[in-house]
């Protein structure tokens, strides 16, 4: 489908994946509104056949679909690279939103909503993903972990001094980002929400799936144990002396 011809061709394009026509409707003319392009997807093969083709600056995704599940649709997007997601879900359970989370959803909101908040969700996850550091932002290393906030990139060395690149989603790189920042001091839930969700409503224990996740990435890049769980207040980063 054609976007609105009046929205600038540089505006964040959008693809809103909704299988109700009525709540589509609502959410293209509000986000259309607030300046922003869209593209409609109403189930989860044509969702990712239009993220492929449009390479969409943010997706927003019904978690239940037709044919195809929005959790699917988001591992296809995740496979991809690194797209903004905001999942929508029809149910308060939290089940739901933190399946989608630890899978690398940045955000959720729950049905039904006010489309205009919506629309500030969106504009928010987007300010995140644009935002840049001061250009004289140097690397942080710690121990073979190197954080680059100027390229948002993060890499691990291995002995011979080869770089194993980490593909993180936004949320992930935030966090450690944030963790390395101070490295051994203990961050609580709430802080970390505050400083890398903060237009969000997400719950502490959200915190834990997006960290359980980003431990296994660095897992896999072996670092097993650099994150460290401190019992009932938080997370640490502690690289090996």
Not at 75 to 90: E, L, N, Y
Not at 131 to 158: K, Q
Not at 186 to 196: D, V
């Amino acid at each position: 489908m054609k976007s609105n011809h009046a929205t600038a061709a540089t505006a964040p394009l959008v693809l809103v994946v909704e299988d109700e026509p009525g709540i589509a409707t609502i959410l293209r003319a509000y986000l259309e509104r607030d300046g922003l392009r869209t593209q409609l997807a109403h189930d989860g093969p044509e969702a990712v056949q239009l993220f492929r083709l449009h390479q969409p600056d943010l997706v927003l995704l019904d978690i239940h679909l037709p044919t195809m599940d929005g959790v699917d649709v988001l591992r296809s997007i995740r496979d991809q690279g690194q797209t903004p997601v905001i999942m929508v879900t029809a149910l308060a359970d939290d089940v739901d939103k933190l399946v989608a989370l630890r899978l690398g959803a940045d955000d959720y909101v729950v049905k039904p909503f006010n489309p205009a908040e919506v629309v500030a969700r969106v504009r928010a996850v987007l300010r995140r993903t644009n935002a840049r550091p001061a250009p004289d932002a140097a690397p942080i290393r710690v121990g073979a972990l190197e954080i680059n906030s100027e390229e948002h990139s993060a890499v691990v060395y291995d002995d011979a001094g080869h770089a194993r690149p980490l593909p993180l989603t936004l949320t992930e790189f935030r966090l450690l980002s944030l963790l390395a920042s101070q490295p051994r001091r203990c961050f609580s839930r709430l802080h970390l929400i505050e400083k890398c969700l903060p237009e969000s409503d997400a719950l502490e224990r959200v915190i834990d799936s997006h960290l359980s996740k980003l431990r296994r990435k660095l897992q896999l890049a072996g670092q097993e144990e650099l994150i460290e769980t401190v019992r009932g207040i938080g997370y640490r980063l502690w690289p090996e002396d």
